[in-house]
Each structure stands twice: as C-alpha cells, then as structure tokens.
C-alpha cells in the first residue's frame, strides 16, 4: 500500500519567492494534516483538514502561509512570500476518520531558505 | 507550554537489555496517547498507542504503560536490538484529533 506521498523532498530557494509544498495522503483517509519540525519548537501542528474542510488553523503561523485541500486526495501548504525563518522539515500526516485511529505521516520536505 | 514532555534527550542502552522511554504531560483532558519512531530522513512511523481507559497496551517487544493519576506514560522495548535506535516522540490527543508532541528521545541501542 502506498503511504503519504509528500513533494518535493528537498527545495532550496531564496527569502521572497513563493513555495508550494504537496501532498497525497492515504487512499480512505479523511482527515490529513500538516505540520513543521524545527529544533526550537519540535514537531508543531500547522493545520488540518476533515473530509477536505479547513477544521482548525491555529497551528498556521502567519498569513504568509496557506494550505488547501481542493480533493480526498491531494493537499498543498503554501508560503508567499518565503523568509529565512521559515527553513524547516514539514510533514504531511494522514488518518482515516472515526475511533481512536493513528496519523501515518510522510516522509517530509526539508525547506531551506536563504 | 509545553503540554507533553520527554525529559530525557537521549538514552543508551546495550542488545538485549530493556529499554524505558518516559514522557510526562499536563493536560488531563487527553485521553489517546500514542508513540512514534523516526528515522533520519524519514517521516514518524507509527509504533503503539493507548486509550485513557487502559492502563497498559502491549504488542510484541513493546509496552506502553499510562498512568494518569501522575500524568505519566512509558515505553518498553524489551529486548532492545541494534534497529530500535532512532528517536521517538510520545503523542496525546483530545479524541483523536490535533497531536501534541513531545520533543523526542533518541534511543541507541549499543550492538
């Protein structure tokens, strides 16, 4: 079975350009969300998604970033415009609804930005 | 404030021996608790869990117990081999929802 699929694996870019982090979640999973590993803060939830619908973006640190589930499958996490600060690994997790189930969690994009 | 904690940064332990991974949390009203493994380079993968109505949960060579009257949850490796080294991070939730994460404790498991 596939698991979550994140992309790309690595981007590098300059302070101020956009970037747009993706995701394929698990395939019957409703709920994904994402979230931001740094050294500081840990594993820190960013946002997440039930049945496609936004339920809580607290997580989200500024308005410079955006996510959108558009279907089941496929979730994007936005910055515009990027800063240096932002250089983190961002995770993308998946779970099915209902119960106590687990998040199963991609592989993560390592964002570096210069 | 750091809701979950793992106090213990790294630990070190030799083949065979047990290995005790301990995380403290402040929020009573979690009531689903989780483990996860990670590699370098890789995502957390998903290792035990446990519901607030349990006091233990058991699969294979790992244990996890809860106990909530002191807040407190540990993992067992018993035996621990050489591929257990990696760092784990204790997870609780309110039903099942957003996931609070500890920090992590990076386990070597010397050969």
């Known amino acids: 079975d596939a698991g979550v699929i994140q992309s790309p694996r690595h981007e590098v870019t300059e302070m101020g350009q956009e970037v747009t982090l993706r995701c394929k979640p698990i395939?019957?999973?409703?709920?994904l969300f994402w979230y931001r590993q740094t050294m500081m803060r840990g594993l820190e939830l960013l946002i997440y998604f039930n049945n496609n619908v936004p339920i809580d973006d607290s997580g989200m640190p500024e308005d410079r970033f955006s996510a959108k589930m558009p279907n089941a499958s496929f979730s994007t996490l936005k910055i515009q415009p990027s800063e240096p600060r932002d250089s983190a690994v961002y995770f993308c997790?998946?779970?099915?609804?209902?119960?106590?189930?687990?998040?199963?969690f991609g592989d993560g994009t390592r964002l570096s930005i210069l | 404030d750091q809701q979950v904690k793992q106090n213990s940064p790294s630990l070190s332990v030799q083949e065979g021996r047990i290995s005790i991974l301990n995380c403290d949390y402040t929020?009573?009203?979690?009531?689903?608790f989780l483990w996860y493994k990670k590699y370098p380079a890789e995502g957390p993968t998903f290792l035990i869990s446990i519901s607030s109505i349990k006091d233990k949960n058991e699969d294979g060579r790992f244990t996890v117990f809860l106990n909530k009257s002191a807040k407190h949850l540990s993992l067992h490796i018993v035996p621990s081999q050489p591929g257990d080294s990696a760092v784990y991070f204790c997870a609780a939730s309110i039903l099942s929802e957003k996931l609070v994460f500890g920090k992590g404790t990076k386990l070597t498991v010397n050969p």
């Open positions: 997790a998946s779970r099915p609804t209902g119960g106590n189930q687990p998040q199963h």
């Open positions: 929020n009573s009203m979690f009531d689903y």
């Open positions: 395939s019957g999973h409703n709920s």
